[in-house]
């Protein structure tokens, strides 16, 4: 028995109803994928399957969050996922992918839609994940605000991955070695 048999869908079996399927994808779903982007969570996925003449139409509809690491301070955090997403099949020689249709072979007859459950979950994670205001673990947040080193009239955009919060810190908390200080204003001299 495959690891990920609960998630083939037999397609020759579908006439011309509508099959709904219901998932519930946990943390022992999220370590049998063994990737290295989600490994915790809980979604309650819910496929649609309809046969449409020659094709299979399959909407994904996927609720609840994940656990991925904090992209300033590392701990994790919960990660909302609410995302709908459709899918053409079509049966074929050969498994293929051609443009937006996923193509199965006849003769199988299903698809397993295991991997496509958890790629839809990665493109609904945004490109910044960060705890809310105040959430951050405060000593990594301490550290990191230690260790940057910005110019008072630097406008630029390569420290915006690394803005803080005013929540995140207070002023009392951020020491610096005084043998740097003189260094601050060192272009500004010159």
């Given at each position: 028995?495959?690891?990920?048999?609960?998630?083939?869908?037999?397609?020759?079996?579908?006439?011309?109803?509508?099959?709904?399927?219901?998932?519930?994808?946990?943390?022992?779903?999220?370590?049998?994928?063994?990737?290295?982007?989600?490994?915790?969570?809980?979604?309650?996925?819910?496929?649609?399957?309809?046969?449409k003449?020659?094709?299979?139409?399959?909407?994904?509809?996927?609720?609840?969050?994940?656990?991925?690491?904090?992209?300033?301070?590392?701990?994790?955090?919960?990660?909302?996922?609410?995302?709908?997403?459709?899918?053409?099949?079509?049966?074929?020689?050969?498994?293929?992918?051609?443009?937006?249709?996923?193509?199965?072979?006849?003769?199988?007859?299903?698809?397993?839609?295991?991997?496509?459950?958890?790629?839809?979950?990665?493109?609904?994670?945004?490109?910044?994940?960060?705890h809310?205001?105040?959430?951050?673990?405060?000593?990594?947040?301490?550290?990191?605000?230690?260790?940057?080193?910005?110019?008072?009239?630097?406008?630029?955009?390569?420290?915006?991955?690394l803005?803080?919060e005013?929540?995140?810190?207070?002023?009392?908390?951020?020491?610096?070695?005084?043998?740097?200080?003189?260094?601050?204003?060192?272009?500004?001299?010159?």
């Amino acid at each position: 028995m495959s690891k990920f048999e609960l998630y083939n869908v037999v397609l020759k079996d579908i006439n011309n109803e509508t099959r709904i399927i219901e998932y519930e994808l946990d943390d022992a779903y999220f370590k049998k994928i063994d990737s290295p982007e989600v490994q915790k969570g809980n979604v309650k996925a819910k496929v649609s399957v309809q046969r449409k003449l020659s094709t299979f139409e399959l909407q994904f509809s996927l609720d609840g969050s994940i656990v991925i690491p904090c992209d300033r301070c590392l701990d994790d955090m919960e990660q909302a996922i609410h995302y709908k997403e459709k899918l053409q099949v079509k049966f074929g020689d050969r498994f293929a992918e051609e443009d937006d249709i996923v193509i199965v072979p006849e003769s199988e007859g299903a698809i397993n839609i295991a991997w496509f459950l958890y790629e839809f979950i990665v493109l609904n994670i945004p490109m910044k994940h960060v705890h809310a205001a105040g959430e951050c673990n405060k000593t990594m947040v301490v550290k990191l605000r230690k260790h940057i080193t910005r110019q008072k009239d630097d406008d630029d955009d390569d420290n915006s991955a690394l803005e803080f919060e005013d929540d995140d810190f207070t002023a009392d908390e951020v020491q610096t070695d005084p043998r740097w200080d003189g260094l601050q204003n060192i272009t500004e001299n010159n």
